[in-house]
């Protein structure tokens, strides 16, 4: 076929592709030309070109600050607790989905387990604020069995659990899909060689199962490093407040503040790039060793 007759063929594709392409370029690499105000001491007056330049000065800054430290700590630490609760989640889930035998119910829970993925956090921050709130349906439910009253989402201790509870209830379902693909590509006779040998449910699982899916979690456990600074903006956005910043407030949070609602611009994007920087290493290593360990392609 010739080159010519393949590409007019192929023109009603190249404008598919074209609008998420402009969305693209648009919110993601657009924004970027923004990076600069980390080396000058911006002023919107004066704009990108005109504005002084101070070199790493805002990035020395940034290393000495005890609120920087303090939301990278809150930051690993929520992203961490996020990563092995969302992913130990999902393993059960997949292999409970995957025993159910009636077709109809089995994809009546997928659905219902699916739908709370698809939900914007403005959506369910109004939700779980009106749920944990003083006098909201869980202390009311505690409140039967004599607990006071507990203010959850003004108790700093208490606040990471809730972004990780929340968040492994909101993402639980859709992450089963990698994982009930790896136990369906499991061979059968396995299963049926194990129940011979006398192994029970728990001893197929455990022997069976989970070494079939041992490469899929691999994977996505490495994967994951690159969002080891990314705690999960929206929701921290919509269920924080000012009682639970020792705790709750990530870098996003406070790049927002710092950028948004107190001017500090350059500040603001120095430690948004450092935090990009460190999360593409980390997804390179990531890419790396799936490359190595699990035979991951991505193409």
């Known amino acids: 076929m010739k080159i010519g007759h393949r590409t007019r063929r192929e023109i009603p594709l190249y404008l598919m592709i074209l609008p998420p392409l402009l969305l693209l370029l648009v919110y993601s690499y657009g924004p970027m030309l923004g990076l600069v105000m980390a080396f000058q001491r911006f002023d919107p007056a004066l704009g990108f070109l005109k504005s002084p330049w101070v070199g790493l000065y805002y990035f020395k800054r940034m290393l000495i600050l005890p609120d920087v430290q303090r939301v990278v700590t809150n930051s690993l630490y929520i992203a961490s607790l996020k990563i092995v609760f969302d992913t130990l989640a999902a393993i059960v889930v997949a292999i409970l989905l995957s025993d159910i035998r009636n077709r109809h119910f089995k994809k009546t829970v997928q659905t219902i387990i699916y739908y709370p993925y698809f939900l914007s956090w403005v959506i369910l921050g109004g939700i779980f604020k009106d749920f944990l709130a003083v006098d909201g349906i869980v202390n009311r439910f505690l409140g039967v069995f004599g607990v006071a009253p507990i203010r959850f989402l003004s108790n700093a201790p208490l606040f990471p659990w809730i972004l990780v509870i929340t968040e492994v209830w909101q993402i639980t379902g859709f992450g089963t899909i990698l994982f009930l693909a790896a ?11 194990a129940s011979l040998d006398g192994a029970g449910y728990f001893r197929r699982t455990w022997h ?17 490093l690159g969002s080891i600074l990314n705690a999960g903006f929206d929701q921290i956005l919509n269920l924080y407040s000012t009682s639970v910043y020792s705790t709750g407030d990530v870098i996003d949070t406070w790049v927002y503040r710092a950028g948004i609602q107190q001017a500090q611009y350059s500040l603001a994007a120095a430690v948004g790039l450092f935090r990009s920087v460190v999360s593409l290493v980390l997804i390179s290593i990531g890419y790396y060793f799936a490359y190595k360990k699990a035979d991951y392609r991505v193409f």
Do not use: D, H
């Open 183 to 193: 136990i369906m590509g499991i061979n059968p006779q396995l299963y049926e060689a």
């Open 208 to 224: 069976v199962t989970l070494p079939g899916m041992r490469t899929t979690i691999v994977v996505m456990l490495l994967l994951s």
